[in-house]
T-cell receptor
Framework: DSGVTQTPKHLITATGQRVTLRCSPRSGDLSVYWYQQSLDQGLQFLIQ???????AKGNILERFSAQQFPDLHSELNLSSLELGDSALYFC??????????????FGPGTRLTVL | SQKIEQNSEALNIQEGKTATLTCNYTNYSPAYLQWYRQDPGRGPVFLLL?????KEKRKERLKVTFDTTLKQSLFHITASQPADSATYLC????????????FGRGTSLIVHP
């Protein structure tokens, strides 16, 4: 158990809908990262937050947005969903800002299925 | 464009042998390289980080090498066990210091008893 929690574990929805994925980092970790993993794209970095502020962005679609709250939990919002958004979404946390030299602890993921 | 290549074919080995996985990259000179283990349906688990000025890093039965001239990292598991069966991902920082890892597609390791 990494100490990172994600809810829900599974999510099934229809095209055009909007969903919110939630992540609680390990106690004391200030950085939160979101990743998307699909069979054809592998593990892709989406966005990083550090202590409530956005710090880095990857190939995140404009239909996707995220935020980190004062209690450090984070939410990833996916809207106007398309079939291609079906994937595993992982949250990871690390203690500091310099994530690459920090150990990143990954959550169990949310499996999103768009029908 | 930057590219990270890991063997897409599964590596099958016999228990007790040494497994060697390869990570090749092009068009960048990363300062760090990480290796992760991922089991099916679960999040990746960090194993080792190696810096560009380190040629080799060890942790228990794991050994990682980093050859910046060849642009290659090798990941070794000695005395492999069936419990080592998983997908192993390498990750590089190709963002020029923003410390955001870019992952390879991973190689599946299957250790047969």
């Amino acid at each position: 158990d990494s100490g990172v929690t994600q809810t829900p574990k599974h999510l099934i929805t229809a095209t055009g809908q909007r969903v919110t994925l939630r992540c609680s980092p390990r106690s004391g970790d200030l950085s939160v990262y979101w990743y998307q993993q699909s069979l054809d794209q592998g593990l892709q970095f989406l966005i990083q937050y550090y202590n409530g502020e956005e710090r880095a962005k990857g190939n995140i679609l404009e239909r996707f947005s995220a935020q980190q709250f004062p209690d450090l939990h984070s939410e990833l919002n996916l809207s106007s969903l398309e079939l291609g958004d079906s994937a595993l979404y992982f949250c990871a946390s690390s203690p500091h800002l310099a994530g690459f030299t920090d150990t990143q602890y990954f959550g169990p993921g949310t499996r999103l299925t768009v029908l | 464009s930057q590219k990270i290549e890991q063997n897409s074919e599964a590596l099958n080995i016999q228990e007790g042998k040494t497994a060697t996985l390869t990570c090749n990259y092009t068009n960048y000179s990363p300062a760090y390289l990480q290796w992760y283990r991922q089991d099916p349906g679960r999040g990746p688990v960090f194993l080792l980080l190696i810096r560009e000025n380190e040629k080799e890093k060890r942790k228990e039965r794991l050994k990682v090498t980093f050859d910046t001239t060849l642009k290659q990292s090798l990941f070794h598991i000695t005395a492999s066990q069936p419990a080592d069966s998983a997908t192993y991902l390498c990750a590089l920082d190709i963002s020029g210091g923003s410390y955001i890892p870019t992952f390879g597609r991973g190689t599946s390791l299957i250790v047969h008893p």
